[in-house]
Each structure stands twice: as structure tokens, then as C-alpha cells.
């Protein structure tokens, strides 16, 4: 994927570096006096654009492998409760179903945190774990919170593991659960799993998922089954719609448009990591296809 993000960012870079000091070495905009010199030589309306594109640049540029590396490290320093072999499963797990994507650095961001904050991957142990074993529970995230799991699930193959981590780590960014009241966003964790399930190739587990969303009245009450169905058809076909973006490089949908591969890789992630905070453009691409659901066929899921 690293490849991709390099090419990615090719065109916009190219536009800065053009307009840069005769040595090379920096953009002509990085300083007050740059700057002057860049409206000069352009004018404001151009050096604007010049500006946002550095900014947009900054904060929007997916991470590399390297990077990705160099998270793990702080992931294995964060949770050295884990031994070497699970860190490397889990690990492992996640690069396979996100194909090492921007989600993967995500994920490893959030189970590892800065100094004293930041989350976990906890295993139940003794008396907890029994309970939860009973109750035939596998795993459970409260929002903004460390991911708790049955040590049985680290025996996975890695791609079912990915995907059941995936489905925790979605419901880190969601609301917390008031008696139930929230349980439609399971619908979201849900189509996570399954979108990376179909990925990895864990036929087994997806007629499972598609089981439990069909039966979420049952599961969840009534009042929840609409709402659990909707966020999981929606957020599977967001998430095939942003893989679609980041595999060709552009979308024919109008919410897309304009979109690269990097923008596609990058709102998969804020989208799996954010679901209660959505961005303008996942919000916009997200109600396009609620409303439009039917045109989205897939004869398992919808
Ligand atoms: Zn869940």
C-alpha cells in the first residue's frame, strides 16, 4: 500500500514544489518573507491555494509501512501484559485484513496511546472470564475504551481474528450504552466484521453475521432492529464503496467525486474509527447511500 500513498500524493506535491526557492531545498512558503514572495510572483488567490493544499497535505497524507512498524513498537511497549506471540498474532491479523492500510495504523494508534494514556487489548482471566464464557461472549469495547477478549480468540486463524478486532475497535468511537439504547450501532460493528470478513476469506463467519443482522429484533428489541439493519447495510457498502475509490483511484459516485485513492484509504479509517464523529464528506457519502440503498445491490446483505 505504501506504493499507492506515494503515487497518490505525486500531482498535488508536484504543484508546490514548482513554486519553490531556487535552491529546492524548502516550498517558498514555509516562511513570512516565502509567502510575500509567493504573492508576489502569483498573487493571494494563488498563494491561497498553494497554502491549502500544504495543509490539507499535512494533516491528510495516509501513513507508510515505516510507519506502521514504528506504531507496532508502541503497541508491543503498551501492551506487554500480551506476550510476544499475541502481539504478533494480533498484529499479524490486522495487516492481513486491512492489506496494511491506513485502519491498521489506526488501530495500533488507539492500542497504544501517549505516556500514561491511551487503550489496550485486555485478556478476561479467572472468575470474569468464566462468566463471559457463559454468557458466550468473545469480546467487549466500551467506547473510548480498552478492548477485553476471551484469550480462546487469539487461537484464531488470523482471518477471523481481523476482523472480530475490527468489529471491537468500531465500537471504541461509539455512544455509550444506556440499557440497550444504543445497541443499533452494533449494526456498524457488524458490517465492519463482515466487510473484512468477505476480504479475508472467512466464508464461515460471514452467513453468521448476515444470521445475527437478519435476526437483530430478536436480539436487540424491536424498537432497535431498523436501525441495526440500516447501519449495517450501510456501513458495508460505504466500506466496499471507499475500497472501490482506493483500488481505481476515482468514483463514479457524485459523494466521491473528485476523491483519490489516498482520500479513499484515509475515510475508511476515520470511518472505522469514528462513527459518531464523521467527517462532512463521509457524512454526505453516507446519507447518499441511505437513500439510496436499493441501487446498491448485493443479494446477502440487502
Ligand atoms: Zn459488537
Same mark, same amino acid.
Given at each position: 500500500m505504501a506504493a499507492i500513498a506515494r503515487s497518490e500524493q505525486g500531482p498535488q506535491q508536484r504543484v508546490v514544489a514548482a513554486i519553490s526557492t531556487p535552491s529546492g531545498a524548502a516550498p517558498i512558503a514555509s516562511s513570512v518573507a516565502g509567502v510575500r514572495a509567493l504573492q508576489r510572483a502569483v498573487g493571494n488567490r494563488a498563494t491561497g491555494r498553494v497554502l491549502a493544499q500544504r495543509r490539507v497535505l499535512a494533516r491528510r497524507s495516509p501513513h507508510s509501512d515505516k510507519d506502521l512498524l514504528a506504531m507496532m513498537q508502541k503497541f508491543r511497549k503498551k501492551n506487554d501484559h500480551l506476550t510476544e506471540a499475541e502481539q504478533n498474532k494480533i498484529f499479524w491479523s490486522i495487516?492481513?485484513?486491512?492489506?496494511?492500510?491506513?485502519?491498521?495504523?489506526?488501530?495500533?494508534?488507539?492500542?497504544?496511546?501517549?505516556?500514561g494514556a491511551g487503550h489496550k487489548i485486555k485478556k478476561w482471566e479467572?472468575?470474569?472470564?468464566?462468566?463471559?464464557?457463559?454468557?458466550?461472549?468473545?469480546?467487549? !469495547? $466500551?467506547?473510548?475504551?480498552?478492548?477485553?477478549?476471551?484469550p480462546a480468540v487469539l487461537l484464531l486463524p488470523d482471518e477471523s481474528l481481523g476482523p472480530l478486532l475490527l468489529h471491537e475497535f468500531a465500537h471504541t468511537a461509539h455512544h455509550t450504552n444506556v440499557l440497550g439504547n444504543s445497541d443499533y450501532e452494533e449494526g456498524e460493528a457488524y458490517g465492519v466484521e463482515y466487510f473484512y470478513a468477505e476480504r479475508t476469506g472467512d466464508s464461515a463467519r460471514m452467513p453468521k453475521i448476515v444470521n445475527i443482522i437478519t435476526n437483530a429484533g430478536a436480539r436487540w428489541g424491536r424498537q432497535q432492529e431498523k436501525a !441495526? $439493519?440500516?447501519?449495517f447495510r450501510v456501513t458495508y457498502v460505504l466500506m466496499k464503496e471507499l475500497a472501490k475509490l482506493t483500488s481505481a483511484g476515482s468514483s463514479t459516485l457524485p459523494a466521491l467525486a473528485g476523491k483519490s485513492a489516498a482520500d479513499g484509504r484515509l475515510m475508511s479509517a476515520?470511518?472505522?474509527?469514528g462513527f459518531n464523529s464523521l467527517s462532512a464528506d463521509l457524512q454526505t457519502l453516507w446519507n447518499h447511500i441511505k437513500a439510496n440503498l436499493s441501487s446498491f445491490g448485493s443479494s446477502d446483505v440487502l
Open positions: 495487516k492481513k485484513a486491512t492489506d496494511s492500510d491506513e485502519v491498521a495504523w489506526k488501530f495500533f494508534d488507539y492500542y497504544s496511546g501517549y505516556l479467572g472468575e470474569e472470564l468464566a462468566g463471559m464464557r457463559a454468557k458466550t461472549f468473545l469480546a467487549n !469495547t $466500551k467506547p473510548d475504551d480498552d478492548t477485553y477478549i476471551d !441495526t $439493519k440500516e447501519n476515520d470511518f472505522v474509527s
